[in-house]
C-alpha cells in the first residue's frame, strides 16, 4: 500500500443529506498508485477527486455505502438492454484519455446547474475541471458519447488491475431521453467484461439522495458497511 499523507481533514457540510454533517479527509498518496494498488484502495471504500483520495469518516452518519458491481453476476433487466440498445443504435462511444476543453467545462457547468447539484453559484472554470476530472493519482480514462458530432456526454472512470471505478459522469440535460447515466455505468461494465476484470465500483450509495440511489438498479451488487462488503439484490429481475 501506498503511504497516504492526510492534508485536509475539518467537519464540513454534507453534499448528499440535508441537515447533516460530514468528515471526509482529503488525502494524497505519498509514491505512485499502481493499478494493484488501486484495486486495494477501492476494496478499502476509497474514492478519488483530482489527485487526491477520500473516504467518509462522517460523526453521526454511515448512509454513504460504497458500491461495487461483480461483473460475472450483473444482471441485465430489459430496462437496461434497452438503454444499451438505443445508445449503440443512435450514439458514438470513444474511450480515450480525460481532457478538458470548453465544450466539456460548459456541459459541466450545465449538467451541476440544471440537476442542482452545484455546492455554489459560481461556474467552474478550466483550471477547476482539468483539477477534478483530468489530473489522476492513478490509471484513468474517458467515455466520451456523442450524437453525430456532438458530444452530450462524459464520464471519467478509474482503472485498476482486477477493477474500474466510476468517477464522474456529466451529460447534456436536453439527451436525456437516452439515459446516459445509466448508459456510461453499462457501459464500463461491458468494458471490464471484455478486459478481464472482475468489479466496477459505483461510488457512494445513499437511499436517500435521488442522484446517487439510482444505483441500486445494478444488481447484484455489494456495498461496504462497517468494513464488510455486505450482498445486495434491489433492482427487479431480468424479466421486469
Not at 498508485?33 to 462522517?58: A, K, N, W
Not at 472512470?157 to 451529460?171: K, P
Not at 466496477?200 to 439522495?209: D, F, I, Q
Amino acid at each position: 500500500m501506498v503511504p497516504l499523507i492526510v492534508v485536509q481533514d475539518q467537519h464540513q457540510v454534507c453534499p448528499y443529506l440535508d441537515k447533516t454533517t460530514a468528515r471526509m479527509p482529503l488525502q494524497l498518496p505519498a509514491g505512485e498508485v499502481l493499478p494493484e494498488t488501486t484495486d486495494q484502495l477501492l476494496e478499502m471504500g476509497y474514492r478519488r477527486s483530482g489527485e487526491f483520495l477520500y473516504r467518509t469518516q462522517c460523526p453521526t452518519c454511515d448512509q454513504c455505502k460504497p458500491t461495487r458491481v461483480d461483473i460475472n453476476r450483473f444482471r441485465y433487466t430489459r430496462s437496461l438492454r434497452r438503454v444499451l440498445q438505443r445508445g449503440h443504435r443512435d450514439l458514438r462511444i470513444e474511450l480515450g484519455q480525460p481532457q478538458f476543453d470548453q465544450r466539456r467545462v460548459d456541459m459541466f457547468n450545465q449538467h451541476r446547474r440544471d440537476r442542482d447539484l452545484a455546492q455554489s453559484d459560481a461556474p467552474v472554470d478550466a483550471e477547476d475541471y482539468r483539477s477534478f476530472l483530468v489530473n489522476s493519482c492513478c490509471l484513468s480514462a474517458e467515455l466520451a458519447i456523442y450524437r453525430g458530432d456532438n458530444l452530450i456526454a462524459v464520464s471519467i472512470f478509474d482503472i485498476g488491475q482486477t477493477s474500474t471505478s466510476a468517477v464522474y459522469t456529466y451529460f447534456d440535460p436536453a439527451e436525456g431521453r437516452y439515459s446516459l447515466g445509466t448508459l456510461a455505468v453499462l457501459e464500463q461494465i461491458q468494458w471490464g467484461r471484455q478486459t478481464g476484470r472482475q468489479w466496477t465500483y459505483l461510488g457512494m450509495y445513499v437511499a436517500a439522495n435521488s442522484h446517487l440511489n439510482y444505483k441500486a438498479r445494478f444488481a447484484p451488487q455489494q456495498r461496504l458497511e462497517k468494513g464488510q462488503w455486505i450482498d445486495y439484490d434491489d433492482a427487479p429481475h431480468a424479466s421486469d
